[in-house]
């Protein structure tokens, strides 16, 4: 069940983006897409992530919703415009390399960034109570 | 080095200043999301996660993927060797005919590896938990690409879109 759950929000981020991003920024331009992010990723991420429908339990590796829209991009113009999916490696690849690379970095910089620590105080009780 | 920047590389489709753009786009976007989705919702709850998938992707949509803007241009610039023009740091492949690779991409992959760092301090199997996240990473990508094919198929109802 918690593998169709995940099927299901993957495949309504997928048709949201997919749906609504294209011909908001072709309507209302670059201002059409900075709203469809509002629209569409915001709601997207409260049904996601934040109720869990794409499964992700705790402790474990964080599967997000980046991937079904990633796949959906790549299917949606396959289907829609008959793009080769092989012309796709190079950007997969670099967009890859540089979301690894990021992971990284951020996970380097939580192991000695205050802001990241275990117990997370707040931000003035360095004094002991 | 202009002259190196400006070769389009055949193979890839990509001229050679758009990897390291693409790169940097997609490392940008994964940084800035790791780091500060966590927070927003620790700190604010749900409405933090609402503004940050907002505010941070709506605006790194901009820098990675704004074509030319407000009615200015809906069906692209046509580039002078072929394809369109692109503006942003994420070039897609042989001048936009190769299948559109979202940010989306990066951010997966970022917050994949970025959990698996954290995770990786509680659990000592790390085989393991990258065994464990491959099912609902296959669910994911089945589902996203469902879900874009269907909607893909609106084309074929004579729709101009």
Redesign the interface.
């Given at each position: 069940m918690k593998?169709l759950s995940?099927?299901?929000?993957?495949?309504?981020?997928?048709?949201?983006?997919?749906?609504i991003w294209?011909?908001m920024?072709?309507?209302?331009?670059?201002?059409?897409?900075?709203?469809?992010?509002?629209m569409l990723?915001?709601?997207?991420?409260?049904m996601n992530?934040?109720l869990g429908i794409?499964?992700?339990p705790s402790?474990?590796?964080?599967?997000?919703?980046?991937?079904?829209?990633?796949?959906?991009?790549?299917?949606?113009?396959?289907?829609?415009f008959g793009?080769?999916?092989s012309?796709?490696?190079?950007?997969?690849?670099?967009?890859?390399?540089?979301?690894?690379?990021?992971?990284?970095?951020?996970?380097a910089?939580?192991q000695t960034n205050p802001?990241f620590a275990p117990n997370?105080p707040e931000p003035d009780s360095g004094s002991k109570e | 080095m202009a002259e190196w920047l400006s070769t389009y590389?055949e193979?890839?489709?990509?001229y050679h200043a758009s990897?390291i753009t693409?790169?940097?786009?997609?490392?940008?976007?994964?940084?800035a999301i790791?780091?500060c989705w966590p927070?927003l919702?620790?700190t604010y709850g749900?409405v933090g996660?609402?503004?940050?998938?907002?505010?941070i992707?709506?605006?790194f949509?901009?820098l990675n993927?704004?074509?030319?803007?407000?009615?200015?241009a809906?069906n692209c610039i046509d580039h002078p060797e072929g394809g369109i023009q692109q503006f942003g740091l994420?070039?897609?492949?042989?001048r936009g005919?190769?299948?559109?690779?979202?940010?989306?991409?990066?951010?997966?992959?970022?917050?994949?590896?970025?959990?698996?760092?954290?995770?990786r301090k509680?659990?000592d199997n790390s085989l393991g938990?990258?065994a464990?996240?491959a099912?609902?990473?296959f669910?994911?990508?089945?589902?996203?690409?469902?879900?874009?094919?269907?909607?893909?198929?609106?084309?074929f109802s004579g729709a101009e879109?």
């Open positions: 593998y995940t099927l299901i929000g993957s495949a309504i981020v997928g048709a949201l983006v997919f749906g294209p011909e920024w072709k309507s209302y331009g670059i201002a059409g897409g900075w709203l469809a992010a509002v990723i915001s709601i997207a991420w409260f992530h934040w794409i499964h992700n402790g474990k590796i964080w599967v997000d919703q980046g991937w079904p829209i990633a796949a959906a991009g790549v299917a949606w113009a396959m289907v829609r793009a080769q999916p012309q796709a490696v190079g950007t997969v690849l670099c967009i890859a390399l540089g979301g690894a690379l990021g992971g990284l970095a951020a996970a910089v939580k802001a997370d | 590389n193979t890839l489709g990509l990897v693409t790169i940097f786009g997609g490392f940008c976007v994964a940084f790791v780091i927070k919702v620790e749900a996660g609402m503004i940050g998938g907002s505010v992707v709506a605006t949509w901009l993927h704004k074509l030319p803007g407000i009615g200015i809906p994420i070039a897609q492949g042989f005919a190769a299948p559109w690779v979202d940010m989306g991409l990066a951010v997966g992959v970022g917050m994949w590896v970025a959990s698996y760092f954290d995770a509680q659990a938990l990258i464990e996240s099912p609902r990473l669910c994911v990508l089945l589902g996203g690409a469902l879900g874009g094919a269907i909607v893909a198929l609106i084309g879109l």
